[in-house]
């Protein structure tokens, strides 16, 4: 019987050792990740507007300070990790960076309320902030992770390790989804300091965020389990490439089956081995860079799409912010985690897609149709150009008086009238062979006797110019009470569509106007301040300016005129003048873009948005599984730095000029197929060194792995 006792005793000890429980202490480190990931997520969603509507970059400066940003964020992961891994240890380096991170936080806050200083120093200001929030942020996310997959038992926990990365997963989404909402509520449904912002409400609430998320990490400081660093992880993994380089280049010893080898005098086999491992991970790290461009574009790019595009949801009586929209992203994300193990994988599975490259190839497959689809509604908003025929120039020419205009000219082979407050257009063969291959020609303009501000039978002989492939606008108007005159409008019509789909407005006036009238152009919305004065239309150019709904008002007081609609894409020409005791105002449009709902950006955030949470989940278990005991931070901090490399790889394409945004999604969506390419080669020649059980698609498919790194 006490054989049989003790028997039955021993069976029991392995039992428990394979079913340690579920350690509690990740919870808190998963609540410290969501707060964390709500601040970030925060301060992007609406970083780009605030740098474009109060700092006054422009579209391609804020464009490349967010990604500088985002580069900055997973470059500092590297040496964060480092220290993580060799020096202070995975708690002390989130702990110290998450203190960086708050006063960084407390900076841009200041920053978005220092109306004492000028514009320049507020840029420095928030500028410095964002830095600090990067170097916070980037030496967070090495190391958070990893400390949490250090609370479980390896192997005997590997199934609760995988249930731990989709709960990591999660938060951050729930995090991002939450804060895509509230964020752009906060910073524009408030005013605050004579804006019609308050950006310093939301960077206020994003630092509230961070400083809860310090407090729950250090509650737990009790139960974490904190291994020690080891100090030689990292430097004995560099050595250990050098010598073996050192040795194959110098010795003389017989050829080697792996170059490592070489180094077998100074190092053991565990070290070369896992630096086996380390280089054939970063070596398919190589593939994601260009993904995370495509990644992080939403915040940017798309984001500045959205400003040309309808929010208005009439049943809820609520208008979607333009950075609001990119709340879709962590919506998806979430379905889709809630849906990845269940329906997901098991699809995948079924067209034969299981291993993780396999996996990250079809998301590349994904992020290539998001940006042809981003293409396509680009192309969309902004609607037709005005193309000029080979060897033609054309002249419009705005008719300022509330009567009827003769127009006459040979040259022109034309006989027209031109109504009252109207435009006429003419194309014309250039015949001049000069240099300049543009052509003088007189044309004679008659009046209406309703034109009592003339003589009767008055005409009026001049000479218009035209440029072969250039419009040139006139205005017909007074420069004094006694004088007409057809003034050309600057030298010629740039009618290039602004890269980011903005309308252009300008506008004409007479002599009974100066720069020194308070002529304003205000939004209709009641709930915004934007204005543009007239001074802004100095030598009555084009200039960009916000799309909505619009009135004008001179010197206080509204004109009696119809609300101006102002769409994308289009050029504007208002026209003002008084004729008699009565003001005319008249709009005239060309080139029309489209401004449509914003809810056709839905289908591109739908199929980035399952690239994105497949791709991430899959890369940050990949990282961790693969990687030595010793370096799993470095590797985390490795494979996010790939974000850092896609971020410089966006700010390298919006310094190249590229006129048309839509020709630019087309070149990411270019080099996406070619990555793609790229990840499906990996996924055929790689193999696991480490001994993993695989995601679970089915029981059946819970298998071991052993193989041996690159084929």
């Known amino acids: 019987m006490k054989k049989k006792t003790k028997k039955h005793n021993m069976d029991l000890i392995p039992d428990q050792m394979e079913r340690p429980k579920y350690p509690k202490s990740t919870w808190l480190i998963i609540i410290f990740e969501f707060c964390e990931r709500f601040t970030y997520f925060g301060l992007k969603t609406i970083l780009v507007l605030y740098l474009t509507t109060i700092l006054k970059f422009n579209g391609d400066e804020s464009t490349i300070i967010y990604h500088s940003f985002i580069f900055l964020a997973y470059f500092i992961p590297v040496p964060a990790a480092i220290l993580g891994d060799s020096h202070w240890g995975k708690f002390k380096t989130v702990l110290y960076m998450s203190l960086v991170y708050v006063v960084g936080c407390i900076v841009l806050t200041g920053a978005s309320i220092a109306d004492m200083f000028n514009l320049d120093v507020q840029k420095i200001i928030a500028l410095f902030g964002l830095f600090l929030i990067s170097v916070g942020t980037g030496g967070i996310k090495p190391c958070i992770y990893a400390f949490g997959g250090d609370q479980f038992q390896l192997p005997q926990q590997e199934k609760q390790l995988l249930s731990y990365t989709t709960k990591f997963s999660f938060s951050v989404y729930v995090g991002g989804l939450i804060t895509a909402f509230l964020m752009p509520e906060l910073r524009q449904s408030v005013h605050c300091f004579g804006r019609d912002t308050c950006f310093p409400l939301a960077f206020s609430v994003t630092t509230v965020m961070m400083f809860f998320s310090i407090a729950i990490f250090l509650t737990g400081k009790t139960m974490y389990v904190m291994k020690k660093p080891e100090r030689n992880g990292l430097t004995r993994t560099i050595g250990c490439i050098f010598c073996a380089l050192r040795a194959k280049i110098t010795s003389s010893v017989p050829f080697k089956a792996h170059w490592l080898e070489y180094a077998?005098?100074?190092?053991?086999?565990?070290e070369i081995s896992d630096t086996k491992s380390i280089l054939d991970v970063i070596c398919v790290f190589t593939a994601y860079p260009v993904f995370w461009s495509l990644y992080e574009l939403p915040g940017s790019r798309w984001t500045l799409q959205a400003t040309l595009m309808n929010g208005r949801v009439d049943f809820l009586d609520w208008t979607i912010k333009p950075d609001q929209i990119q709340m879709l992203a962590p919506l998806?994300?979430?379905?889709?985690?809630?849906?990845?193990?269940?329906?997901?994988?098991?699809?995948?599975?079924?067209?034969?897609?299981?291993?993780p490259l396999q996996k990250l190839t079809f998301c590349g497959v994904l992020a290539v149709i998001a940006f042809v689809i981003a293409a396509l509604l680009q192309f969309k908003i902004v609607g037709n150009t005005t193309e000029i025929a080979p060897g033609q120039g054309h002249i419009n020419i705005y008719n300022g008086f509330d009567c009827n205009v003769y127009l006459q000219s040979k040259s022109l082979h034309v006989q027209n009238y031109i109504g009252p407050l109207e435009i006429f257009n003419v194309s014309h063969t250039v015949v001049s062979q000069d240099v300049t291959s543009e052509d003088i020609v007189e044309i004679t303009l008659?009046?209406?006797?309703?034109?009592?501000?003339?003589?009767?039978?008055?005409?009026?002989?001049?000479?218009?110019?035209?440029?072969?492939?250039?419009?040139?606008?006139?205005?017909?108007?007074?420069?004094?009470p006694n004088t007409i005159a057809l003034n050309r409008v600057g030298i010629y019509d740039s009618l290039v569509k602004e890269k980011f789909g903005y309308p252009n407005f300008r506008i004409l006036f007479d002599y009974t106007f100066d720069f020194i009238d308070n002529i304003t152009l205000i939004k209709a919305d009641h709930n915004s301040l934007t204005s543009y004065s007239l001074s802004l239309f100095n030598w009555m150019d084009f200039n960009a300016i916000k799309v909505g709904k619009y009135n004008i008002s001179y010197n206080g007081k509204m004109f009696a005129t119809p609300t101006m609609d102002i769409i994308p894409a289009t050029f504007y020409t208002l026209t003002l003048q008084r004729n008699g005791d009565k003001m005319d105002v008249r709009l005239f449009s060309k080139d029309e873009g489209n401004y449509i709902h914003l809810m056709w950006q839905l289908p591109q955030y739908l199929f980035m948005s399952i690239a994105d949470i497949i791709f991430m989940v899959t890369v940050v278990k990949f990282a961790f599984t693969e990687a030595p005991t010793s370096m799993k931070s470095f590797i985390a901090a490795a494979s996010l730095s790939t974000m850092a490399f896609g971020n410089v790889l966006v700010i390298i394409i919006s310094t190249m000029g590229i006129k048309n945004q839509a020709y630019e999604f087309l070149l990411y969506s270019g080099l996406m197929l070619a990555d793609t390419l790229l990840l499906a080669y990996f996924s055929v020649v790689y193999r696991s060194k480490n001994t993993v059980i695989t995601d679970a698609i089915t029981l059946n498919e819970n298998t071991m792995n052993e193989t041996t790194g690159f084929d």
Do not use: Q, W
């Open 446 to 480: 008659s009046f209406e006797s309703k034109c009592n501000f003339v003589p009767k039978n008055y005409e009026f002989n001049t000479t218009v110019t035209i440029i072969e492939g250039k419009v040139i606008s006139y205005h017909l108007a007074r420069l004094n």
């Open 332 to 355: 998806f994300g979430i379905t889709v985690l809630v849906l990845l193990e269940d329906v997901f994988y098991p699809m995948l599975a079924t067209i034969g897609i299981r291993k």
């Open 264 to 270: 077998k005098e100074k190092y053991t086999e565990s």
